[in-house]
């Protein structure tokens, strides 16, 4: 099922297909890591692309042999959350998700291959990720480490909990 795996930027046209990818996968990713009252209210929030992240020429797709995208991620220079720390220019990985059917197959680990890449040349010298909580591992994995737990306020009154992390790029 591995099958020839491809890199490219993403474009507008991409959008409906990074939304769906997110709205089937963020649920079954996470489950088990969160509460149900808090996936319920939180997942609509998260599950949508951000269509200026995917057309700034940082933001990737991982396509299949039929041309399906079965992961998708990227960084940008801006911060989406708080303020920004490290020494150097930072950057921000942004909405990286595999297929959940696709786990332990390589797509995130090719994936993240490129975006600490495409950030190296583009100057960046450090990444600042907000992890879920059972991505720990996978960034772990490769080459970040855990800063500590912070609160994403989604909407007045919803938080959502993540992991921040970070490495030298």
């Given at each position: 099922?591995?099958?020839?795996?491809?890199?490219r930027?993403?474009?507008?046209?991409?959008?409906?297909?990074?939304?769906?990818?997110?709205?089937?996968?963020y649920p079954?990713?996470?489950?088990?890591?969160?509460?149900?009252?808090?996936m319920?209210?939180?997942?609509?929030?998260?599950?949508?692309?951000?269509?200026a992240?995917?057309?700034?020429?940082?933001?990737?797709?991982?396509?299949?042999?039929?041309?399906?995208?079965?992961?998708?991620?990227?960084?940008?220079?801006?911060?989406p959350w708080?303020?920004?720390?490290g020494?150097?220019?930072?950057?921000?990985?942004?909405?990286?998700?595999?297929?959940?059917?696709r786990?332990?197959?390589?797509?995130?680990?090719?994936?993240?291959?490129?975006?600490?890449?495409?950030?190296r040349?583009?100057?960046?010298?450090?990444?600042?990720?907000?992890?879920?909580?059972?991505?720990?591992?996978?960034?772990?994995?490769?080459?970040?480490?855990?800063?500590?737990?912070?609160?994403?306020?989604?909407?007045e009154a919803?938080?959502?909990?993540?992991?921040?992390?970070?490495?030298?790029?």
């Open positions: 099922m591995t099958g020839v795996l491809t890199i930027q993403t474009r507008g046209a991409d959008l409906a297909e990074i939304d769906a990818l997110f709205q089937r996968s079954a990713l996470l489950q088990g890591h969160y509460p149900p009252s808090l319920v209210m939180a997942i609509p929030l998260i599950s949508r692309a951000n269509p992240l995917v057309a700034s020429g940082h933001y990737f797709a991982v396509v299949d042999d039929w041309g399906r995208i079965v992961g998708a991620g990227g960084w940008s220079r801006a911060v708080g303020e920004a720390r020494v150097g220019p930072v950057g921000h990985i942004r909405y990286v998700v595999t297929d959940h059917r786990t332990r197959q390589g797509v995130g680990r090719r994936l993240m291959t490129h975006i600490i890449a495409d950030a040349g583009a100057g960046i010298r450090q990444l600042d990720c907000l992890s879920t909580r059972m991505a720990v591992p996978f960034y772990a994995a490769c080459g970040f480490e855990e800063v500590g737990p912070v609160m994403i306020a989604l909407r919803i938080e959502f909990p993540a992991i921040l992390m970070r490495r030298e790029v």
